[in-house]
């Protein structure tokens, strides 16, 4: 079956630090993938999507993922995390099954940022 | 241009009401979507629609109902409130498949 996992649920920085959101995903062929993010109370925004090529993908807000088959991983990083980064970031694949497309999201990831 | 935009932004139901979440689109996006969103469970698939006159289930159908007369539009219906119903919806577009899904705004839904 088709899923997406996000091991950490709650994850804590300190402003300026390094990054990393990871994610892995289940889906026998290949993937189309994205992140998104939610800032509290507000809808979801595309960060980043993966449909083929570079497997180093960069998105808005000066983030970036890195597509490993080898590993059915798609892990999201920025280098230096501003406060304004504190949110809810959420993986998803899109799967085609029926003869229909369907995305699936993982669980999430909340943000905390320290400043 | 407008986006995805879903009406209402809040609402209270008493367990047993029905009601209607509307979502609308502009961008001639032939895929539609409705989630729910629940704390530590992502978002999960309720219905969607890949054309007009074209709807099918997601992951937790049960206790909603869709249609798509239009491309346009994808309204999301309660038949009968349920206190399990309490979650934020989310609908959200897209050109087909596997292009990247625009979001709506979301609608608060309580039902006590």
């Known amino acids: 079956a088709q899923s997406v996992t996000q091991p950490d649920i709650h994850i804590t920085v300190s402003e300026g630090a390094s990054l990393e959101l990871r994610c892995n995903y289940s889906?026998?062929?290949?993937?189309?993938l994205f992140w998104y993010v939610q800032s509290p109370g507000q809808g979801l925004q595309l960060l980043l999507k993966?449909?083929?090529?570079?497997?180093l993908v960069q998105g808005i807000k000066g983030f970036e993922a890195e597509f490993k088959r080898s590993q059915s991983s798609f892990n999201l990083r920025k280098p230096s995390v501003h406060w304004s980064d504190a949110a809810e970031y959420f993986c998803?694949?899109?799967?085609?099954?029926?003869?229909?497309?369907?995305?699936?999201f993982g669980a999430g990831t909340r943000l905390a940022v320290h400043p | 241009n407008a986006g995805v935009t879903q009406t209402p932004k809040f609402q209270v139901l008493k367990t047993g009401q029905s009601m209607t979440l509307q979502c609308a689109q502009d961008?001639?996006?032939?895929?539609m979507s409705w989630y729910r969103q629940d704390p530590g469970m992502g978002l999960r698939l309720i219905h969607y629609?890949?054309?007009?006159?074209?709807?099918d289930q997601g992951e937790v159908p049960n206790g909603y109902n869709v249609s798509r007369s239009t491309t346009e539009d994808f309204p999301l219906r309660l038949l009968s409130a349920a206190p399990s119903q309490t979650s934020v919806y989310f609908c959200?577009?897209?050109?087909?498949?596997?292009?990247?899904?625009?979001f709506g705004s979301g609608t608060r839904l309580t039902v006590v």
């Open positions: 889906y026998g062929a290949t993937p189309y």
């Open positions: 993966y449909f083929s090529g570079d497997t």
């Open positions: 961008m001639n996006h032939e895929y």
């Open positions: 998803a694949v899109d799967t085609f099954s029926g003869g229909y497309n369907k995305l699936i």
């Open positions: 629609s890949v054309g007009a006159g074209i709807t």
């Open positions: 959200a577009s897209s050109k087909t498949g596997g292009y990247g899904y625009t």
